[in-house]
């Protein structure tokens, strides 16, 4: 018995999961060392009908260890995304808040300056009559 239509539903969900990710994927070195290694895609051997079910039974054992690791790799990048994302929002808010430091400074210095300036401006003008 051929068990086609359940090989092509294991390949179409592979599929799924691949498709997501981006060509140059490849060209990246990250992975997380906790998720182990890689499964290996079998070599499908469609000689015979024995060959081909074997094939299938192949597939389908891919596919679960695929699953599992690409879940593995999924959550431990978010979870060390996520880590990088805080880590730099730390660092921009604090040169954020030392920026507005110095603007509010240089404001208050600013009016500071011009009240004194039209003080001493009225100083003299009224001096001077």
Known sequence: MVRKGFLLASIGGLLAVVVCAPAHAAERSWLPASCGTEPTAPTVDVSSVEKYNASVDKVSAYE????TYNACVSKTALKDETAISNEAREKIAYIHEGSTAVQQ???ANFTQLTTALKAGGAKLQKAAH
């Open 105 to 107: 400074r240089i404001g």
């Open 64 to 67: 679960k260890a695929a699953r």
